[in-house]
Each structure stands twice: as structure tokens, then as C-alpha cells.
């Protein structure tokens, strides 16, 4: 049995191509993708050349990029980690034919999974099938960033995951698809802007219920949020924008001792991060919050599986909005190569892009 997936074949080349999907094993079963939701961060940076595993060595053991042959060489097949499909062909009980499954192989037509090695979460039937898209990744991305903050507050007490926002002034920069599903983990607990330097985004996030606030304007909260003298600022702030401006804005915006959560993705130099500024004056934090590890000693109680809990949670208050709103583009997977070809080129923009199984074109 065979099946297609995306292949970046070169810089600004992208295709399908077919590949073996082999039998369904015993306590295996067979997924046939319905949506297949882009990160249009990540994924580009193999269309653009720009990811580091194409020009560095990655040693997992010391944890270090250095010289040496690439990581990853072109073609680079199955990026994407936002799926979701039916589960057509099953040995495994658990999972019978017909259930919807979230899971992240890449942007393929179909997959033929092991449950002891890939992670799957089984949908509700009552949720949209295309914002199970979220569950298996990007949502517990997001989620874990919340998480982060609320270790950086409570440390080892955390017992739900608003415990770092309920309350307090947080500025959420970047309205891209990670800044928008953290506002929407947060709702009414937290008083949150959003900051982005697009005006469409900002419309966005203002449809989800969200204050937003330009780049240029945003120094303007530091001004009004003040906590006592000589205590400007937010308490926390989430960076979402693979951009170093980004960052070092996020870093203007905290009160002294407040803390950053970066869940963004970085490719370039970081010349306008000045540490010898707020950073240093300010006693400031920075943590790096990515879906690999969980805060220090609460990966028992907060493992992976329960955020993708928390990301149904938030699914089932916010789901409609984000649906709306959020998803600004499906297109089939025949139309994937050109379309991902356009993201990287400059010719198009998108929010959330996602692709799908027998579906008519909504490009917004």
C-alpha cells in the first residue's frame, strides 16, 4: 500500500512523492489524513534553507550545533506535525476503525502507525475535525508555555496551568498562530495585550476578545501598567515571533524581575537583543519554553498527555472563534507545493493554513 508525502527537494522546491506505507501489523492500525495543519514558522525554514540542522551538526548527546556534516539534508521529507484523520484499518482494540485520532507524522496522505512508538490522542466526537489539528502539538506547545510560566511562579506547587497568569499583566508579542492559542488557553483570567506589528493580526485577536497594540505603540504599556515606584511594566511576557526586534521588545516591556516565556524559533542573528540593557538593569528572566521537555520536576504530573488534555479544554471554550477566525486558508494537498512555495517567496501571508483531504479552496 502506498501513500504521498511533501518533499522539500531543494530550496523553494516542493512536492509529493509516493512512498511504501507498508501493512498494518498486529496492534498497529492505518490513519487517512482528513487536515494537515501548517506551521508556516518551522516548515518554511525548510523551504527557505534556513533551518539549522541544513548547515550544522546537531550532537543530542552534548546538546550542541557545531561544524561537521548537516543534521538534515535535502530532500527533507514529512515535515508538519499538526495532523488529524480517521482511523481506517486497525489490529489495535483500543483504537477501532472509525475513530478520529490526532497526531504529528508529517504531511502525509495516510500513516500507518505503531501505538508503542507514535504518540496519538483519540478525539471527541464532538469536536470540529479540523481543529483537531491542535491536539497532538501545537496546542500542548502552547500550553506548556503557560506552564512554564506558572513553574516560574508557583515552582513544584503548580496545580493548574493559569496558575502563572490568573491576575496578573501579561503581554502576549507575535499574533501568529502560538500567540493567539496562548490567549485563548488564558481568556478572562489574566488582563493580556497582544502586540504585532500587522494590523490583520491585530483584527484577529480582537475578534478572540483580545486587547491588541502595535509594535511602535507598545512601549505606551509600560507607561500605564505601573505596579509601584519605579515598577513599570507587564509581570509576564510571551514572545511568539521568530524575530530578534521581537524578543528585545519583550524584554522593554517587563516590570524589574519579571520574566519572558519564548516559544518562539530564532534562524538568524540576535543583534538587536542588547543584554547590556533592560535585561541586565532589570534582574529580567528569559525561559526557553519548547514542547521537548516540561518545566524541571513536573514532567510526572504535567507529561504531554495532559496538555493535549488541556488543549481539548481549551478547544471545546474557544474552538468556534478559533475556527473562524484563526484558520485563514485551506487548500487540498495537490495544491501544497505551490502554496508553500508562495508562503516562502513573500507572495503570500497566512495565519493558519491547512491542508485537506477533498476539501474546496478557502484561501483567505
Given at each position: 500500500?502506498?501513500g504521498?508525502?511533501?518533499?522539500?527537494?531543494?530550496?523553494?522546491?516542493?512536492?509529493?512523492v509516493?512512498?511504501?506505507?507498508?501493512?498494518v501489523?498486529?496492534g498497529?492500525?492505518?490513519?487517512?489524513?482528513?487536515?494537515?495543519?501548517?506551521?508556516?514558522?518551522?516548515?518554511?525554514?525548510?523551504?527557505?534553507?534556513?533551518?539549522?540542522?541544513?548547515?550544522?551538526?546537531?550532537?543530542?548527546?552534548?546538546?550542541?550545533?557545531?561544524?561537521?556534516?548537516?543534521?538534515?539534508a535535502?530532500?527533507?521529507?514529512?515535515?508538519?506535525?499538526m495532523?488529524a484523520?480517521?482511523?481506517?484499518?486497525?489490529?489495535?482494540?483500543?483504537?477501532?476503525?472509525?475513530?478520529?485520532v490526532?497526531?504529528?507524522?508529517?504531511?502525509?496522505?495516510g500513516?500507518v502507525?505503531?501505538?508503542?512508538?507514535?504518540?496519538?490522542?483519540?478525539?471527541?466526537p464532538?469536536?470540529?475535525?479540523?481543529l483537531?489539528?491542535?491536539?497532538?502539538?501545537m496546542?500542548?506547545?502552547?500550553?506548556?508555555?503557560?506552564?512554564?510560566?506558572?513553574?516560574?511562579?508557583?515552582?513544584?506547587?503548580?496545580?493548574?496551568?493559569?496558575?502563572?497568569v490568573?491576575?496578573?499583566r501579561?503581554?502576549?508579542v507575535?499574533?501568529?498562530?502560538?500567540?493567539?492559542?496562548?490567549?485563548?488557553?488564558?481568556?478572562?483570567?489574566?488582563?493580556?495585550?497582544?502586540?504585532?506589528?500587522?494590523?490583520a493580526?491585530?483584527?484577529?485577536?480582537?475578534?478572540?476578545?483580545?486587547?491588541?497594540?502595535?509594535?511602535?505603540?507598545?512601549?505606551?504599556?509600560?507607561?500605564?501598567?505601573?505596579?509601584?515606584?519605579?515598577?513599570?511594566?507587564?509581570?509576564?511576557?510571551?514572545?511568539?515571533?521568530?524575530q530578534?526586534?521581537?524578543?528585545a521588545?519583550?524584554?522593554?516591556?517587563?516590570?524589574?524581575?519579571?520574566?519572558?516565556?519564548?516559544?518562539?524559533?530564532?534562524?538568524s542573528?540576535?543583534?538587536?537583543?542588547?543584554?547590556g540593557?533592560?535585561?541586565?538593569h532589570?534582574?529580567l528572566?528569559?525561559?526557553?519554553?519548547?514542547?521537548g521537555?516540561?518545566?524541571?520536576?513536573?514532567?510526572?504530573?504535567?507529561?504531554?498527555?495532559?496538555?493535549?488534555?488541556?488543549?481539548?479544554?481549551m478547544l471545546?471554550?474557544?474552538?468556534?472563534?478559533?475556527?473562524?477566525?484563526?484558520?485563514?486558508?485551506?487548500?487540498?494537498?495537490?495544491?501544497?507545493?505551490?502554496?508553500?512555495g508562495?508562503l516562502?517567496?513573500g507572495?503570500?501571508?497566512?495565519?493558519?493554513?491547512?491542508?485537506?483531504?477533498?476539501?474546496?479552496?478557502?484561501?483567505g
Amino acid at each position: 500500500m502506498t501513500g504521498e508525502v511533501l518533499s522539500v527537494d531543494a530550496p523553494g522546491r516542493v512536492s509529493f512523492v509516493t512512498e511504501e506505507l507498508g501493512e498494518v501489523p498486529e496492534g498497529g492500525f492505518r490513519v487517512e489524513t482528513v487536515h494537515s495543519g501548517i506551521s508556516a514558522g518551522t516548515e518554511l525554514t525548510y523551504v527557505k534553507g534556513t533551518n539549522p540542522y541544513l548547515g550544522a551538526s546537531w550532537d543530542p548527546v552534548l546538546g550542541l550545533f557545531g561544524e561537521g556534516r548537516p543534521s538534515v539534508a535535502y530532500p527533507v521529507r514529512g515535515i508538519g506535525y499538526m495532523q488529524a484523520g480517521v482511523v481506517v484499518e486497525s489490529r489495535f482494540r483500543p483504537v477501532p476503525e472509525g475513530r478520529r485520532v490526532a497526531m504529528a507524522y508529517g504531511h502525509r496522505t495516510g500513516y500507518v502507525a505503531d501505538p508503542l512508538a507514535d504518540r496519538y490522542v483519540v478525539l471527541p466526537p464532538w469536536l470540529d475535525p479540523m481543529l483537531g489539528i491542535y491536539v497532538a502539538h501545537m496546542g500542548p506547545i502552547c500550553a506548556n508555555g503557560l506552564l512554564h510560566a506558572a513553574h516560574d511562579l508557583a515552582g513544584g506547587d503548580v496545580r493548574d496551568l493559569l496558575d502563572g497568569v490568573r491576575g496578573r499583566r501579561v503581554a502576549i508579542v507575535g499574533a501568529g498562530v502560538v500567540g493567539l492559542l496562548v490567549a485563548a488557553f488564558i481568556g478572562d483570567a489574566a488582563e493580556v495585550v497582544m502586540i504585532d506589528e500587522t494590523p490583520a493580526r491585530l483584527e484577529i485577536a480582537g475578534k478572540l476578545g483580545v486587547a491588541g497594540t502595535s509594535a511602535a505603540e507598545a512601549l505606551d504599556l509600560k507607561r500605564s501598567w505601573r505596579n509601584g515606584p519605579g515598577d513599570h511594566g507587564a509581570d509576564l511576557v510571551f514572545q511568539c515571533r521568530g524575530q530578534p526586534r521581537a524578543l528585545a521588545l519583550a524584554l522593554k516591556l517587563l516590570r524589574p524581575q519579571g520574566t519572558v516565556v519564548d516559544l518562539a524559533f530564532y534562524t538568524s542573528g540576535a543583534q538587536e537583543v542588547r543584554l547590556g540593557e533592560e535585561f541586565h538593569h532589570n534582574g529580567l528572566s528569559l525561559r526557553c519554553a519548547q514542547i521537548g521537555r516540561v518545566p524541571r520536576g513536573l514532567g510526572h504530573a504535567w507529561n504531554r498527555e495532559r496538555l493535549s488534555r488541556e488543549t481539548v479544554a481549551m478547544l471545546a471554550r474557544a474552538g468556534d472563534l478559533l475556527r473562524e477566525h484563526v484558520v485563514t486558508d485551506v487548500v487540498g494537498f495537490g495544491q501544497a507545493p505551490e502554496f508553500l512555495g508562495d508562503l516562502a517567496g513573500g507572495v503570500r501571508q497566512t495565519v493558519q493554513a491547512v491542508l485537506g483531504r477533498d476539501v474546496q479552496d478557502e484561501r483567505g
